[in-house]
């Protein structure tokens, strides 16, 4: 994505010393663009874990470079329990996003086939840096096959604008580049379809007024910021076509665990017969698992981000302010899980489909063996 028409991506080795990996500081956005530097494999878990760098993509290629950064500082000799140790102190930072733990397994299976010292930092960087670009590709490929979705949308309303909702921040930078749910909505605009979005502002972190409200202003895609309990009243009134979201975890049968309130997003989708899509890189995928709401394991994060709101003040500082009267007790979940019969549609780097067992499998066709 450009920003002040200069191409980044959410995450990268630094040029002049690739020890370094850079990341956006999202805390800070849309009002701070500040750039870290990660060195240590505490520093990647404190991005992961204080949500420096967060969505399912971007979690698991931060992963994946922190592998890199374990390999860097290892001790010599046997290494194998040293990146057993490494992997669940990562796999703790955030547990709803299948991402990091797939980007995990994939290090350790990749460093557990190299000799030496050597060879495991110049493998572990290289499957980094695979983990990334696949990631990047197979947000791309979302966006060319969901562009169609809109474009059907666009053809039938004869060029009225599509209005599109969507939940949470599933975008550029949610992933390395493009998005999930924004990429369709990308390469609609890319592609001259007038489409309008809906922006839910995703309590309690403000995921959707701080970061996909900024992305989309970037990319001057029309866009209008909405208070998260509009979604109903304004299908119930057509004024949304279609809903695209994000997941962070998404089972073999087509269960979706997503940000907190995509449930009732769903309910109220389903309730107004407007079509609720779910884009993901297949790597989101939890081939493992079947019931999404018994088996997909729900973040509890600190009642301080429900309790607490930070923003810019009039004179240009950023300030963290406290809402409830002070003490009191609040609960924070991450993700809710949407059923499978909520979904209309998965958008997957390989096509479009239908959120059950049976069609995912046929895309997936590979993945079948090792699942009873
Ligand atoms: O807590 P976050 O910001 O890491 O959660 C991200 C989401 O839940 C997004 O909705 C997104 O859809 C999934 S990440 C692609």
Known sequence: ??????????????PADRRIINIIDQRLLPHRFVIEELRTLADFATAIRDM?????????ATAGFAMYGAALAAPTGDPGAYFSDCAQLLRATRPTAKNLAWAVERQLAA??????????????????????????????????????????????KNGQPVNILTHCNAGWLAFVDYGSATAPIYAAHAAGINIHVYVDETRPWLQGARLTAWELREEGVPH????????????????????????????????????????????????????FYVALPSSTFDW?????????????????????????????????????????????????????????????????????????????????????
């Not at 994505?1 to 630094?14: A, F, G, L, Q, V």
């Not at 420096?52 to 971007?58: C, D, E, F, S």
């Not at 449930?263 to 989708?269: D, G, M, Q, S």
Request: one cysteine or more.
């Open 52 to 60: 420096h760098v967060r969505g399912a993509g971007l979690i698991g």
């Open 111 to 156: 460093i557990g086939l190299e000799k030496d010292r050597d060879s495991r930092i110049k493998k572990s960087f290289q499957v980094a840096c695979e983990i990334a670009d696949e990631d990047a590709l197979f947000c791309r490929r979302i966006g060319e096959h969901g562009v169609k979705l809109i474009a059907e949308i666009s053809k039938r």
């Open 1 to 14: 994505m450009k920003i002040k028409n200069r191409h980044y991506r959410t995450i990268w080795p630094d």
């Open 288 to 372: 493992e698992i079947e019931d999404g709401i018994g088996q997909i394991p729900i973040e509890e994060r600190s009642g301080d981000e429900v309790n607490y709101v930070s923003g810019l003040t009039a004179d240009n500082r950023l300030e963290t302010v406290l809402v409830p009267p002070a003490g009191t007790r609040s609960q924070n979940f991450g993700f809710d899980v949407t059923p499978a019969r909520l979904v209309t549609a998965l958008i997957t780097e390989r096509g479009v489909v239908a959120a059950n067992r049976e069609e995912i499998f046929r895309m997936f066709p590979e993945m079948k063996k090792d699942c009873s």
């Open 224 to 275: 209008t910021l909405i208070a998260d309990n509009t979604g109903g009243h304004l299908m119930q009134h057509a004024m949304v076509d279609m809903v695209i979201v994000g997941t962070d975890r998404t089972t073999r049968t087509g269960d979706v665990a997503n940000k907190i309130g995509t449930y009732l997003k769903a309910l109220a989708a389903h309730d107004n017969n407007i079509p």
